[in-house]
């Protein structure tokens, strides 16, 4: 749970008879859902309905949080049913502020979070599926292209009083300078072009629930009209993934073939994203280390060998 608020029974009475107060649900329990990095989230039961709750409290969190309501909510008004529908408060609102905080309530998915190599196939099915809907009608941020996570990385850099995070970032120093020069250069590259933008995710395959031969695409913060490429990056250097990522447009009618420049751009991008997102959570050295040298690897050998 992302803030250092005890969850005492108190708490969680509060929360319940808030939850009663504003949306109409009489709840019997609550307890904790390991689903969310920015998120507390919660399971909620009633006597014959069962919701996932959802809080930020992290006051930069919160904007983002809150612009994911009117996308998820037009996705489901054109037929999207494979994520997680909003409830809305008993006065018509997507969200609710708790607290110092920004409380939703959506329809509980039953499953587990999985993600492996055969989860990618549906995976790609969902997501095309997704940019066959329409993006007027919808506000929604748009893709930039821009290079401002390298800066926000150097800034926490910058601000750090954990000794052994910042040895290891020194000692990292030249491979997070050359991923920043890098993502300069692409996003340079592709600032210009706007063609073949679609509601995209940015993270299904860490937010996709599995349920026997079902499956979900939750936690839609990040949604945002961009190229395809934001959701097939991270399997980049798999040419089977590639291909099954293009079967997925070519099906839904898609005619877009994945641009390399993209890919390596979002591969820069989302390093710088997720480091920051690690920095935020002032995670120990032995993570970050591992998130550096770790899985994102492999992409990189994709990335640096785009021209």
Not at 155 to 160: D, G, I, P, R, S
Not at 229 to 251: I, P, S, T, Y
Request: with cysteine.
């Amino acid at each position: 749970m992302y803030s250092d608020i005890i969850r005492t029974d108190e708490y969680k009475h509060r929360l319940l008879s808030f939850i009663k107060s504003e949306y109409g649900i009489d709840s019997a329990t609550i307890t904790p859902a390991k689903r969310g990095f920015y998120g507390e989230t919660w399971r909620l039961e009633s006597a014959d309905t069962r919701y996932f709750v959802k809080i930020v409290y992290a006051t930069e969190h919160q904007d983002i949080y809150k612009r994911s309501f009117p996308v998820i909510r037009h996705l489901c008004d054109h037929g999207i049913g494979f994520i997680s529908r909003i409830i809305k408060t008993k006065d018509g609102n997507f969200s609710k502020q708790f607290d110092s905080a920004i409380l939703g309530v959506f329809d509980w998915i039953d499953g587990e979070l999985i993600e492996t190599d055969a989860t990618k196939i549906p995976e790609y099915q969902m997501l095309a599926k997704i940019y066959t809907v329409p993006v007027h009608g919808v506000s929604i941020h748009c893709e930039d292209f821009s290079a401002r996570s390298t800066d926000r990385v150097f800034e926490q850099w910058c601000a750090l009083k954990d000794k052994k995070v910042i040895s290891l970032l020194e000692k990292s120093r030249s491979k997070i300078e050359h991923r920043a020069k890098r993502l300069k250069l692409f996003a340079e590259r592709c600032k210009d072009d706007t063609t073949n933008f679609f509601i995209t995710h940015g993270d299904a395959g860490g937010n996709l629930i599995v349920n026997g031969d079902n499956y979900f695409i939750v936690d839609w913060d990040y949604a945002l009209l961009a190229p395809p490429e934001r959701d097939a990056w991270v399997m980049c250097c798999k040419n089977w993934a590639m291909d099954a990522f293009h079967e997925a447009l070519r099906h839904n009618g898609i005619q877009h073939t994945l641009r390399p420049e993209r890919l390596a751009y979002y591969c820069y991008n989302y390093f710088f994203f997720y480091l920051a997102a690690f920095l935020d959570a002032s995670s120990n050295a032995d993570t970050i280390e591992q998130y550096i040298n770790g899985w994102i690897e492999e992409s990189f050998r994709f990335a640096d060998g785009i021209p």
